[in-house]
């Protein structure tokens, strides 16, 4: 694989394997990567997102970063985004089918361009949980051929468990491809299909550790239906240290470069906007701090 320039002067780097990671709205921070990314004309070929990072993943590649902005900060504010009375009504505590099925349509709260995403020259691997199975889902451009195809698969991505209901497609149960084997971060996916240079979107601080959980035969009984996605809630905290840790060793021999947030001021359920505007903003500052470094990195 080799780099190339684009006739509209954009780098198009294809021997980089970019990946954003989740975190529900931590992403509102990292989603100022996906915008400094774009002003800076950084199109990477192949881009990998697991729940909220699918969600980053299809603005980047759809070349809309006042989308990418407005998903994780204003959209908030929408009275339908969710809430205690959705999750009592059973749509979620994050109403999933009107953020990703619903509101993405034309003339409709958060419109997403269909047309670019389409025409744009990068692939895509959503990630998803098997919930019966315990198996993970990896789709691409080529399993989306319409909007409604490419919304139910990011929102399969990003159905929290227990907090939003399970999507059913195509005769499975998916869940947060969280749950996955790499914990919410697509790194064994990217060298699977041979990449061995990385840029990386955290959006956990350096020195997070993810800790047990402390009641797992509460777990266990809650996801009885589901014994495989039980256990992968019980063990995820393991997977996800460990995938860390590979990020972080490839980062030292020069292979990847890590955007890790310098401070996350939210967490994957703020509302606030003023809080998810301050750390879009810190984004922003820190994404564009590291933009000559990636520069050099991707060549």
């Known amino acids: 694989m080799a780099n190339g320039e684009q006739a509209t002067g954009k780098s198009r780097i294809s021997d980089t394997a970019l990946i954003f990671e989740g975190g529900g709205m931590r992403a509102s921070l990292t989603s100022a990567m996906v915008v400094t990314l774009l002003q800076a004309g950084l199109n990477f070929d192949w881009v990998a997102g697991i729940s909220a990072g699918a969600s980053n993943m299809v603005n980047y ?15 908030a504010a929408d009275e339908q985004f969710g809430g205690l009375r959705s999750f009592a009504r059973g749509q979620g505590m994050f109403n999933a089918e009107y953020i990703y099925q619903q509101a993405g349509g034309p003339e409709e709260a958060l419109p997403f361009d269909w047309e670019s995403f389409r025409s744009s020259t990068g692939d895509m691997r959503i990630i998803a949980f098997d919930a019966q199975s315990g198996d993970e889902v990896v789709w691409s451009k080529k399993d989306t051929p319409h909007i409604d195809d490419l919304m139910v698969r990011v ?7 227990g907090l939003m209901p399970p999507v059913h497609l195509d005769g499975h149960v998916y869940v947060d491809g969280a749950m996955g084997e790499d914990g919410g971060i697509a790194l064994s996916q990217a060298q699977r299909e ?18 047990p959980q402390r009641f797992p035969t509460i777990y266990r009984s809650i996801f009885r239906r589901y014994p495989a996605l039980g256990e992968a809630l019980l063990t995820r905290w393991k997977r996800y240290n460990e995938t860390r840790e590979r990020i972080f060793a490839l980062e030292s021999e020069g292979k990847a470069h890590v955007f890790a947030p310098e401070l996350m001021p939210v967490d994957n359920g703020t ?3 003023s809080r998810l505007a301050a750390a879009h903003r810190m984004g922003l500052s820190q994404s564009r701090r590291e933009l000559p470094a990636i520069r050099e990195f991707v060549g």
């Open 61 to 75: 590649l759809s070349g809309d970063a006042r989308r990418a902005r407005r998903s994780f900060v204003e959209f």
């Open 155 to 161: 929102r399969a991505s990003s159905t929290m468990p």
């Open 194 to 211: 041979g990449f061995e240079k990385f840029v990386i979107v955290l959006t956990q601080e350096r020195s997070y550790t993810k800790l």
């Open 271 to 273: 509302r606030s906007l």
